[in-house]
């Protein structure tokens, strides 16, 4: 039988097995509701107070900061809709104000910045260059003197390109509008600290980090008052209502426990591989192939790409050929083709990407848990399937 090779770790991750051991107790022996003033109920209160300052720790900020949410959409959320959807501005009806965010954020960003736009706030939507980077003076120029947020996400999921945070948080503060970033992609890859970016906010979302699907976090700064999303009992101190989700934010706080054990070390290995698979498609597509977002230093790709993520353009085929074509490989692509069009991506179309070469895009990513053999195998039935594909042209 043939393995299966996952490259589609930033559609989502395994659950770790120590997330799942860690988990496992509270969804049979202590599954009491911490709200509960009997013992079934109090006796997880300090385990709660335990994943919390994991999640604290693998974000440098302190535990106060942390709000648990069931992922990395309700967290995007939380902070566009509470900063715009305020009470003082919402009594007069329609609002008002200014949000900035990138022309290639996930929907879980787009969406909420449409809705409001419906609603009278005004949204600027800036572009980045070929690396998919955006520069920083560009939302500067943007920012006007009602702007009350920015929000561009550490990461990005296709290409891998990683914004100037810090830069942009700078900038931000400069003109005293808030930071935002969705680090959904970004953590459990790269090193993210909250006092090195400086941001207000920032989404962890658990089933990009071998923790599981339906739970993630929201950093807010200390200090910073952000209207609730989620209104009821008194949960979260007042910031989000839902009974506490025990097993999953314990299983979160694992995850975040264990991915501060040597992340160098797991990074290079990743990038590594990652180097790897690309060398062998390269080999294999007699060097047709070409990469998004890729720098040519290597070192200053290390620096500005995440490590585990490879888009590659397939000439002569569509990524949904090339995959229906290799079922024993998971991977994504990157445009859809329909009645002879090309739909793109947000991302491929920002970096300027030819539609005609958008439709061969395929990204692979890696995780903690691919093997070397993944790997190969993976870019062994590729390679053949887009021969296979391609043998009538040739």
Not at 231 to 256: D, F, K
Not at 340 to 352: E, F, N, P, Y
Request: charged share 20%; proline share 5%.
């Amino acid at each position: 039988m043939t393995e299966v090779a996952y490259l589609d770790n930033n559609a989502t991750t395994p659950i770790a097995p120590v997330v799942y051991e860690a988990m496992l107790p509270f969804l049979t022996e202590y599954f009491g509701n911490p709200s509960s003033s009997h013992i079934k109920g109090t006796q997880l209160g300090d385990v709660i107070d335990t994943a919390r300052g994991h999640v604290a720790s693998f974000l440098g900020a302190a535990p106060h900061e942390i709000t648990f949410t069931s992922g990395g959409s309700e967290s995007n959320n939380h902070v566009l809709k509470g900063i715009f959807l305020d009470r003082q501005l919402g009594r007069a009806g329609l609002l008002s104000g200014h949000l900035i965010i990138s022309e290639f954020e996930h929907p879980a960003i787009q969406q909420p910045a449409a809705y409001l736009e419906d609603l009278g706030v005004r949204v600027t939507r800036v572009g980045c260059n070929a690396k998919g980077v955006i520069d920083p003076s560009v939302i500067e120029q943007a920012m006007c003197d009602d702007t009350r947020l920015v929000s561009i996400m550490h990461a990005n999921n296709e290409i891998g390109a990683i914004q100037p945070i810090r830069e942009i948080a700078d900038l931000c503060h400069h003109h005293e509008v808030l930071c935002h970033s969705d680090a959904a992609q970004s953590l459990g890859k790269i090193d993210v600290d909250v006092n090195e970016l400086q941001v207000d906010f920032l989404t962890l979302a658990g089933h990009k980090l071998y923790a599981p699907k339906g739970v993630g976090a929201l950093f807010i700064r200390n200090g910073i008052k952000l209207e609730s999303l989620i209104h009821g009992a008194n949960h979260e101190n007042g910031v989000r209502a839902g009974t506490e989700n025990t097993p999953y934010w314990i299983g979160l706080g694992a995850a975040c426990e264990m991915l501060m054990v040597n992340p160098r070390g797991h990074q290079n290995t990743i990038a590594e591989m990652r180097d790897d698979l690309l060398s062998l498609l390269t080999l294999g597509t007699h060097g047709t192939i070409s990469v998004n977002g890729q720098y040519d230093d290597p070192s200053e790709d290390r620096m500005k790409r995440l490590p585990n993520t490879l888009s590659v353009n397939f000439p002569g085929v569509t990524g949904e050929q090339l995959l229906a074509a290799t079922p024993h490989v998971c991977a994504s692509t990157g445009a859809a083709c329909h009645s002879g069009q090309t739909k793109m991506s947000d991302t491929l179309r920002a970096i300027g990407l030819p539609a005609n070469v958008a439709q061969g895009t395929v990204r692979l990513s890696l995780g903690w848990f691919t093997t070397p053999a993944e790997v190969l195998a993976g870019a062994t039935e590729l390679i053949k399937s887009w021969k296979n594909l391609t043998a009538t042209e040739r």
